[in-house]
């Protein structure tokens, strides 16, 4: 028998690669459909919404874009924090009484010191933005909810993570899908980047999921626990990388348009609790990752 799980956010890049993940046959959860359309920032929209109550619910749904949060702080601290509160009440109503798994972000991070990486759970979140604020905000709400009611509640700190059928306004997105335009003829061979000279630990979206999964099965209720492969690679390797995989020759242009206040100049994050507690480990290599994101990005410009 499976178990039900509910996610908010199907409809966005990782709810996609969680909904065909466990779509699969051999999968051991099911992700609970259900019957209308939902609002998290509407608190009576979310009444009757569970036909069956979940096993376990996996929070994805918010306002994830840094410059959004910096243009309208209000309605993303709307969005992450208050929509969390309402998606917790509305269970607590159901009578769920399950594992509810929280996605924040590494971001919560903020400025950290290159002496101290690689980051663990331990360091002290100074969010530097009002994204970082909202999503900080609701993992504490959500630890306190479970404390209150005595549910299971774990948080993921998930750091950047790359995978077929991103939104361009992310960097790696952006640099595969101009990299198909110029290799389909569409632009000339010049890359509009921001800073590209800073490193980032990347995973492929199919093992942060792996890692949300394990966590529902082995996470520790209360706890906190980085997503990350523990190493950090510049943006301009991996968007040299695509330009290798595409046999295209680019010349990078930096767009001021593009760059980002507060900058963290390097970021590595260790996966050492979460291996811990799961036996988790990242399967998929940056080199698969970017391949698969550039074949999806050729059949995307070609339908734009």
């Known amino acids: 028998m499976k178990k039900r799980l509910f996610v908010t956010g199907l ?60 243009r309208d702080p209000a309605r993303t601290l709307q969005i992450n924090l208050l929509g969390t509160l309402n998606l917790l009440q509305a269970l607590k109503a159901r009578g769920f009484t399950g594992t509810f798994l929280y996605v924040s972000s590494g971001d919560v991070y903020g400025q950290v010191n290159e002496t101290q990486l690689p980051i663990t759970e331990l360091h002290a979140p100074a969010p530097r933005n009002p994204y970082a604020v909202s999503k900080l905000s609701a993992e504490l709400l959500s630890l306190q909810w479970g404390m209150s009611e005595g549910w299971p509640v774990l948080v993921a700190r998930p750091f950047n993570h790359i995978g077929t059928g991103q939104k361009d306004s992310f960097v790696i997105a952006s640099a595969a899908r101009q990299i198909s335009r ?84 390097r970021v590595c994050g260790s996966p050492a609790k979460l291996r811990q507690a799961t ?18 990005w050729e059949i995307r410009v070609q339908q734009e």
């Open 11 to 70: 409809g966005g890049f990782v709810g996609r690669h969680i909904k065909s993940r466990l779509d699969a046959p051999n999968s051991s959860w099911q992700v609970m459909s259900v019957p209308s359309r939902y609002d998290l920032t509407d608190g009576r929209s979310l009444e009757g919404l569970w036909p069956e109550i979940p096993d376990a619910v996996i929070h994805l749904a918010g306002q994830t874009f840094v410059p959004e949060a910096f």
């Open 182 to 265: 110029i290799k389909l003829g569409l632009q000339s061979a010049q890359l509009q980047v921001g800073d590209i000279d800073v490193t980032r630990d990347f995973l492929d979206v199919g093992d942060v999921i792996s890692a949300y999964l394990a966590l529902l099965d082995h996470g520790a209720p209360g706890q906190t626990y980085n997503i990350c492969s523990g190493h950090e690679q510049s943006i301009r390797s991996l968007i040299e990388q695509l330009g290798d995989i595409a046999q295209v020759d680019v010349q990078l242009i930096q767009d001021p348009a593009r760059l980002r206040r507060a900058e963290q100049r």
């Open 279 to 296: 036996g988790w480990t990242p399967e998929t290599t940056t080199q698969q990752s970017l391949r698969a994101i550039l074949s999806d």
